[in-house]
């Protein structure tokens, strides 16, 4: 598995680097790439596709995780930070599918995940956050188009979202910890990207699923294991 961001220098506020993922990938018996990639650069994706395919010999699936936040108002959303979520959160994901589309049209069972919530015109959503809200129901968009574009590829394009908050890094970053006491561990989220990618890709396109929905129809019932405080209320992540 490639693993790409933006910089692999180390970050104090956030847990390793790619490399130190791409080295536990390793450890854990697989096969792990780290890739130095800005979505936003054109050049730079074709370069970690090429050095992914280069490795691995093709690209099966292409997870759409690279997102940009910032919770504020109309009146308080410098128009830097709109530029910025929507170049990584709607033109990354349109360009790194791009990039990817000549090798996953050659996979046996091709896959496109991207983080993003299930379309909504819920004006709530918008009302508090409008430039991150338009920049996350763009993602959605882009697996709506996509995935009728791409049916008859045989390539499948599915939306994955929490239920619940994700108690990551990036939560804290915004002093969510107490948040946070009330979310699930990532590993939620991981458990049900791989449920997805496991299906027939024919036959599993164009869907925005819920991380505990998804691992439900698996057969998993226990999901205490997944909350940072077991037995504590869990807190609805944005958009559910």
């Known amino acids: 598995m490639a693993v790409a961001a933006k910089t692999a220098r180390p970050n104090p506020k956030l847990p390793g680097t ?33 050095r992914t395919v280069d490795r691995f010999g093709g690209i099966d699936v292409l997870v759409n995780n690279a997102s940009a936040i910032f919770l504020a108002d109309t009146a308080h959303t410098p128009m830097k930070r709109w530029d910025l ?14 990039a990817c589309l000549a090798h996953l049209a050659r996979s046996a069972n091709p896959h ?36 009728e574009e791409l049916r008859d590829r045989g390539i499948a394009v599915n939306g994955l979202w929490p239920r619940t908050v994700i108690a990551t890094a ?21 458990d049900a ?21 998804v691992l439900r129809a698996e057969g998993v019932t226990d999901f205490e294991r997944y909350a940072i405080s077991p037995g504590a209320e869990l807190m609805r992540d944005l958009f559910i």
């Not at 854990?28 to 650069?41: F, M, T």
């Not at 819920?122 to 430039?131: K, M």
Request: proline share 4%.
């Open 18 to 50: 790619i490399f130190d993922a791409a080295e536990e990938m390793e450890r854990a018996g697989g096969r792990g790439l780290a890739v130095e990639c800005d979505v936003r650069s054109e050049e730079q994706l074709a370069a970690a596709v090429s």
């Open 170 to 190: 990036a939560l804290n970053l915004l002093g969510g910890e107490e948040t946070a006491r009330r979310g699930r561990r990532p590993e939620i989220v991981a």
């Open 193 to 213: 990207a791989l449920a997805i990618l496991r299906r027939p890709a024919r036959l599993c396109t164009g869907n925005f699923f819920l991380d505990e929905d």
């Open 112 to 147: 496109v995940l991207a983080l993003a919530p299930p379309p909504s015109l819920d004006a709530r959503w918008y009302s508090g956050h409008l430039a991150y809200t338009l920049s996350k129901m763009g993602m959605s968009l882009c697996v709506l188009g996509l995935a």
């Open 85 to 98: 979520m929507h170049q990584v959160n709607v033109r990354g994901t349109f360009a790194a599918t791009q």
